[in-house]
């Protein structure tokens, strides 16, 4: 048996010969077929192309040639339109094939069809304004093409009828200008697409008959690599197996392993590295069994601390809150008092707004600290008129940031639901709608049923495109942070949402973005 002394020599020198080897037939032989396959194709489409485009410009100059021959051989001898009538006449017999597709079109200047040997029952209809899927104005690109001293070609999507759908076309005009006619004919392009798979269809032989020479080879590099095996992998096993003996034992004893039951010079080397680790393995173990003692002391020290902190925040919130309500309160009363003194007063506009925003986020704190504690019972309410109420409500904060409502509210809408919870949704909405509005837009508010079991709620603004729609709704999450917030409002909303079997869509654009909410009318389950 083949006795290696160098692990090394034998696998690295191995691998590298298999691995060159296959890498290089490989890359020259798909390399050359695909370059060559891909530049056959370009050839033969552009050579289709320009073929194509010389038929139609011929077959067209035939016919204008034609038209000019024959005005001219019977002008003054017959009226004009009885001359236009009979060349499109003697045009409908020009067609030289069955084909569906091989025909020719005129045009007037003004659009009109004047002959079509396929849609015949359009002759007369204008079709100026005629557009392909991707919006080009074929029909008016083929009439000023063909004004041009050589006319001109158009490329559009067309329908095809033989295969029933659309497909590439071409088309070439010119024109009889004392007439004022648009003479074209087209041809598709798709055919090509035939000739491309008969070209892939050779490069896929081509490519079975280049993998069956690569499995060939590979048979042969397998049947050296086996070799490989029988004399290194069963002497590479051995001395694994005697280092990871080794591991095993000096869990219970301190003996060092036997270097000269390892064959491989590599492997004598990680003996020395394996007998160093351990030592300091076991000594370093003592140490963390001390270090980890004292850890836990101290992580259960900081985790009181951090509890004890957590909840004073909790009370700090808590307290927070329940004193802003008093304040607030005396606001708002003598707010209401000065507008009955000094009516239509901007600075008192300004500032009962301030106060309403304060009133908003007190709404949303009181409700973030009492959700876990309180259960909100449900009952049917008048959608129309609580929505209204607070449109009224946000309507100052609106007019204070150059903004106003337009709202689409069909009356009478009930929705089984808890009061706090719908109006938690409503006026974050309104207040991120103001918030984040272009100066002097409308916000478009929108109420009503959609079936018998849903109603749909929507609120939609002239703003900026939300980019992170995915994280919109997370915690103190804010989309531009410049425009101020605590992040909180969304979240409150998708919570109540998520509870009461609400769906929500968010669409975003670079002109507009509309939240949209439906409710089911009758909603029981909480979930």
Partial sequence: MFRAKSLYHLIVYSILFIVVLISFFTFI???????????????????????????????????????????????????????????????????????????????????NLLFHPITKDKIGDNRISMQDNNGKFVIKELIENSKKYSGGYVEYIWYKPDIDKNANKISYSNSYKKWNWTIGKGVYLDEIDQLVREKNEEYNQKMSDYTLQITSLTIMLVLYSIFIYKNATILIVNDVKEIGKYFKESQDNDEEIDQNRIIFGEFKVIANYANDAMT??????????????????????????????IQSQKDFIKNSVHEINTPLSIIQTNIDLLKMKVPNNKYITHIESGSKIIQYIYDDLSYLIKKDRV???????????????????????????SLYFISNIEEDIYIKFNKTELQRIIDNNLSNAIKYSFPKSPIFVRLDYINDKEVEF???????????????????????????????????????????????????????????YRFKINEDTTT
């Fill in 29 to 111: 032989i798909i390399n050359n077929a695909h370059d060559e396959l891909q530049e056959k194709i370009v050839v033969l489409k552009e050579d289709f192309t320009s073929n194509q485009k010389e038929l139609l410009k011929n077959d067209i100059n035939s016919v204008i040639s034609f038209i000019n021959y024959y005005h001219k051989k019977y002008e003054g001898i017959k009226p004009e339109e009885e001359i236009q009538k009979e060349v499109l006449e003697a045009i409908s017999q020009m067609k030289k094939s069955e084909n569906v597709n091989d025909y020719i079109f005129v045009y007037n200047f003004d659009g």
């Fill in 280 to 309: 300091n393995i076991k000594l370093k173990t003592h140490m963390l069994e001390d270090l980890n003692k004292n850890l836990e002391y101290k992580v259960d020290e900081k985790t009181r601390e951090l509890t004890k902190l």
């Fill in 375 to 401: 259960v909100y019972e449900k009952e049917y309410l008048e959608f129309s008129e609580i929505l209204t109420h607070r449109i009224d409500f946000f309507d100052e904060i609106a007019v204070s940031n």
């Fill in 458 to 516: 929507s609120v939609c603004t002239n703003s900026k495109k939300i980019e992170a729609q995915n994280k919109i709704f997370d915690d103190f999450y804010r989309e531009n942070s410049a425009r101020g917030g605590f992040g909180l409002g969304l979240k409150i909303v998708r919570d109540i949402c998520n509870k009461n079997s609400v769906t929500v869509k968010l669409e975003s654009n670079d002109k507009e973005t509309k939240f949209t």
